[in-house]
Every structure is written in structure tokens, then in C-alpha cells.
């Protein structure tokens, strides 16, 4: 099994609690953090630089893109849809291994009628939120499977979204699981969300207010709540046995061999 040294850029995170928070290095990548660190249910530990998750990479300055160099980064899997993409992306593209791999639901495209969010509430909000998790493990097992497969290939991964919150926070929610981390620490990484995006949340708050959209509505669409990653995760249960049963017989995965490529002694 190939070796991954610790990336030099890895030295300088500060330990944020169940993660390695990357966002204060770079000027525009937001929701940016390293899976590294994290310890398993059997006492293991997650290396290091390995596997990244974040917001929108496309719009990183060239020293962002310098400091993503130094994680010798394999792939970079994007789950946006053609229509969430910037013109200004392309430089990212011509330096990184950058694979669309598009789910469709995210953008909250199903909720873009302005009309629609004037009308409804926060509880409306929030069962849109509940209701677009529910089918990630139903409707997308395609694009996670792919996602996992190249964990099993022992690639050093970033993975992506818009927000970084949503279809990435469910991507960790598979990747976390077969690498034997708590749910309860799970839970932890994706609230983080809720930090990292707070500047970006409140200039998106401070545009929508101008449409006539009130913040009550938009406050659930934009954050995360623990509720949200547990609907998919009763899915899985319910539906398919849960999780274990769910990565290595619905998606074909061998979490075994992940937790080999990616877990180091403590």
C-alpha cells in the first residue's frame, strides 16, 4: 500500500476539536476542513492531509491553490449541477484532476421560486431540508458509490459542493462511517458547517433580504441541523439494514480496506 506522507501544510492547522480546520489559510475556499485527526471507535486515527472537504473550490486565489498543491491532492470530486458553476472556475480546473459528478437536488433548486419562499415558514424550510436528505441515499447511490470507490483506490481526496454542507455532509456521513468513526462525532464535523459559513451565510442573508425573503425562511436552507444528516441515516436504516449493510451490499463497498488505506496507530 502506497504512502502519503503528512502534507507540510498540515503542520500549521490548529486542532479544532474533532477536526483539523483548514479555513483560516485560505482567502477563498470557504467551509474548507481535514477529516485527519479524528479517532475510530477501535482507537485508530485518520491521517492526516488526506481527505479534504469543502465549499466551492473554483474561485481559489492562486495562493490558495499553491497551498492545496502541497496536499498532493489525487481527485477533486464536485457534486454541483453545470448550472452552479462560475466562468472564473477554469484555472482550478487546468491544475487539479477536477471530476463533475453532479446531484441534482442540491442548490436547493427545488425551492428557487421566489414566490414559494416568500409564502412559506420556517417549518416549510426545514421539512424541504428533511426531505432532500431522505433521498440522498436513495436517489444517488451512484455518485457516493463512485465517491467511495475512490477511497478504496487510496486516493488523497478533495470533495466538494457549493456550501459544502449538504451533499458533501453527506458524502462524509458515508466516508466517516466506513473509516469506524462515532455518529456522535459525525455529527459534530457537519455542525461545523454552521461556523465556517457564518460570513458567507450572512452576506447571502443580507442579498436575499433585498428580494423581500425574510431570514426566519432562509435560515434553515442555509444552515445544518443534526435532524437533517439523521433523516438520511434512518433512511439507511429502515431502508437497507443500516449503514454497514447499506456500503458494502446496496453500494459494494469495502469499508475494510478504506479504514486500511486511511487509518494510522495513535
Known amino acids: 500500500m502506497p504512502q502519503h506522507p503528512m502534507s507540510a501544510s498540515v503542520t500549521e492547522m490548529p486542532l479544532n476539536r474533532t477536526q483539523f480546520d483548514l479555513q483560516p489559510l485560505f482567502e477563498q475556499v470557504q467551509n474548507i476542513r481535514d477529516l485527519g485527526g479524528k479517532i475510530t471507535s477501535d ?3 485518520i491521517q492526516t492531509g488526506r481527505l479534504l472537504r469543502s465549499a466551492n473550490p473554483g474561485l481559489a486565489t492562486a495562493a ?14 464536485d457534486f454541483r449541477t453545470e448550472g452552479e458553476k462560475k466562468l472564473l472556475e477554469t484555472p482550478f480546473a487546468e491544475v487539479f484532476n477536477w471530476v463533475a459528478d453532479p446531484i441534482m437536488v ?7 421560486d421566489l414566490l414559494a419562499l ?3 415558514t420556517a417549518q416549510d424550510s426545514r421539512a424541504f431540508m428533511i426531505a432532500l436528505y431522505r433521498d440522498f441515499p436513495l436517489q444517488y447511490q451512484a455518485q457516493y458509490r463512485r465517491f467511495l470507490q475512490l477511497a478504496e483506490k487510496n486516493r488523497n481526496i478533495l470533495y466538494h459542493c457549493t456550501a459544502g454542507k449538504d451533499r458533501t455532509g453527506f458524502a462524509s456521513l458515508l466516508l466517516l462511517s466506513a473509516l469506524g468513526i462515532d455518529h456522535a462525532d459525525i455529527i459534530a464535523d457537519y455542525l461545523e458547517s454552521n461556523r465556517t459559513n457564518t460570513a458567507g451565510n450572512a452576506q447571502l442573508l443580507e ?7 425574510s431570514a426566519e ?9 443534526a435532524a437533517y444528516l439523521d433523516a438520511a441515516q434512518q433512511v439507511i436504516n429502515d431502508d437497507h439494514g443500516g449503514m454497514q449493510h447499506y456500503l458494502e451490499i446496496v453500494l459494494g463497498i469495502d469499508a475494510a480496506l478504506i479504514r486500511e488505506n486511511y487509518l494510522e496507530s495513535v
Do not use: A, H, Y
Open 43 to 45: 482507537g485508530r486515527r
Open 64 to 77: 490558495d491553490i499553491t497551498r492545496l498543491q502541497r496536499f498532493n491532492i489525487d481527485v477533486v470530486i
Open 106 to 112: 442540491g442548490n436547493l433548486s427545488q425551492r428557487s
Open 118 to 120: 416568500k409564502n412559506g
Open 207 to 213: 442579498q436575499v433580504n433585498k428580494l423581500g425573503l
Open 217 to 225: 425562511v432562509m435560515v434553515p436552507l442555509l444552515s445544518v441541523e
